[in-house]
């Protein structure tokens, strides 16, 4: 597609719920990346795929917290046991390059907006 | 570890104004820095890509400068309109690294 498709783009969960959260990065880009967005504040790093092979999961806040990226295309985010913390932005972002490559940025999707009440 | 701090935190500004705003980085080994543009409630719009080894990019009425040894960028926006009203974000990516770190942004609001 022209750019970074994410789905949904709001969505209200209950305390206790799991949610799936999804992105689709522009074909062709090899890397993905999700970043956190709490209110107020920069987006965080959460999680890094080259391809279907996660790379960085460093930032992933607890192991509620799982990506995946099957296909090395469209990637899921999953939260379990969804917790008001957990309430963010969450932003997908898509880039050509392998992590060597220095010249590129990063394309970003428009997020999705997670509430949990 | 790489911090990215972007002052001020909000600019409320008449229209017409030239204004800048500033981004200031730790570690200044870098592969490059972002600036991103965000509207309420919306994802982040890349405005300007400047390289490491570059001094400034322009674009329309935006002009980003990079000092890499002082650890410094700023955003200049020139002659200000209402549209521009919106968070700046300023994002670098540490060389050896793959993620952006990001700064926490400026509000800016200008004014009619």
């Known amino acids: 597609g022209a750019g970074v498709s994410q789905s949904p783009r709001y969505k209200v969960a209950k305390r206790g719920q799991d949610v799936a959260l999804r992105c689709d990065p522009i074909?062709?880009?090899?890397?993905l990346f999700w970043y956190q967005q709490a209110l107020g504040q920069g987006p965080e790093f959460l999680t890094y795929f080259q391809n279907e092979a996660q790379l960085d999961k460093s930032g992933l806040p607890s192991d509620r917290f799982f990506a995946e990226r099957p296909e090395g295309s469209v990637s899921t985010l999953k939260i379990q046991r969804t917790q008001q913390e957990d309430s963010a932005v969450y932003l997908c972002?898509?880039?050509?390059?392998?992590?060597?490559?220095?010249?590129?940025?990063?394309?970003f999707g428009s997020g999705t907006r997670l509430t949990v009440v | 570890k790489q911090e990215v701090t972007q002052i001020p935190a909000a600019l409320s500004v008449p229209e017409g104004e030239n204004l800048v705003l500033n981004c200031s980085f730790t570690d200044s080994a870098i592969y490059n820095l972002q600036w991103f543009r965000q509207d309420p409630g919306k994802g982040l719009t890349s405005l300007l890509l400047i390289q490491s080894s570059q001094r400034e990019q322009t674009s329309g009425r935006l002009n980003a400068s990079l000092d890499k040894s002082s650890g410094r960028s700023t955003l200049y926006i020139a002659a200000s309109q209402p549209g521009d009203s919106a968070t700046y974000l300023c994002?670098?990516?540490?060389?050896?690294?793959?993620?952006?770190?990001f700064g926490t942004g400026t509000r800016l609001k200008v004014l009619a």
């Open positions: 972002a898509s880039s050509l390059s392998p992590p060597r490559a220095e010249n590129y940025g990063y394309t």
């Open positions: 074909s062709g880009h090899v890397s």
């Open positions: 994002a670098v990516r540490t060389s050896g690294t793959y993620k952006y770190i």
